[in-house]
């Protein structure tokens, strides 16, 4: 099997959007291979498809004059924050074919992003009951680092994880992160202790994050023998 490693840069939520649909329907119909889509979004809130409007904190109209849209998608989960300084990582898995259920395949991603960030010398983990990846998951601070929501449809998974690497991470007051109240939210930057100038939210971050989250989901991935083809893609940069 093939999985295609594809880093697209900096592209437009819905662009990236229409883009999976189109990889969803060539995968199901076995028309393409496996494609991890990698990837950092302009600030945009997606909506799970029972997310309640609540948790978005800030009013219409102050969303509005900062140019973030509101979007509310297929995924689960509630509100994700996404912008400059995030890894965004789309995996189009058909998961019969590696002999995966869903929450198996919801393990890999969060070891995928909990393995990426130790190679950066941070310490995250899993929190039970809370998907993603948690810096001091089980102590009295746990803080969000890394944000977790797929949909399956014909076997095939989409949407997939949001790694905050030189997030500004003011930024996620707008919102209750994954709808949970008074947690913490945590970056790559602040936990490893960058300078200010390294941690500025940065498409070359991203990049490199990227890089090595790409290694480490097909690593984990790899018992099922595939292939790796690293392409460009839409938004390429």
């Not at 790409?214 to 940069?237: I, K």
Request: aromatic letters at 6%; glycine letters at 10%.
């Amino acid at each position: 099997m093939t999985l295609d490693v594809r880093w697209l840069g900096r592209v437009p939520y819905r662009e990236a959007w229409d883009l999976q649909h189109s990889l969803v329907d060539a995968r199901a119909a076995d028309e393409a291979p496996d494609t991890l889509l990698l990837l950092e979004h302009p600030r945009v809130l997606t909506l799970g498809r029972n997310a309640t409007e609540e948790h978005v904190l800030a009013p219409a109209e102050y969303l509005a004059s900062m140019g973030v849209e509101v979007i509310r998608v297929e995924r689960g989960g509630e509100v994700t924050y996404h912008g400059p300084g995030q890894l965004v990582a789309y995996p189009i898995v058909r998961l019969g074919d590696h002999g995966l259920l869903v929450r198996p395949f919801v393990r890999l991603l969060e070891a995928a992003m909990i393995e990426t960030a130790a190679t950066y010398g941070v310490h995250a983990g899993r929190r039970e009951g809370f998907p993603g990846a948690w810096c001091d998951p089980d102590g009295p601070l746990p803080r969000k680092l890394g944000a977790l929501g797929v949909r399956v449809e014909r076997d095939v998974t989409y949407h997939g994880i949001a790694l905050n690497v030189t997030t500004d991470l003011r930024d996620l007051a707008l919102i209750n992160p994954c709808g949970l109240t008074s947690i913490g939210v945590a970056s790559i930057a602040g936990e490893a202790g960058w300078p200010p100038q390294r941690s500025a939210p940065s498409t070359e971050s991203v990049a490199e994050a990227a890089r090595r989250f790409g290694e480490r989901f097909t690593a984990l991935l790899a018992g099922s023998s595939v292939r790796v083809v690293t392409s460009a893609g839409v938004g390429a940069g």
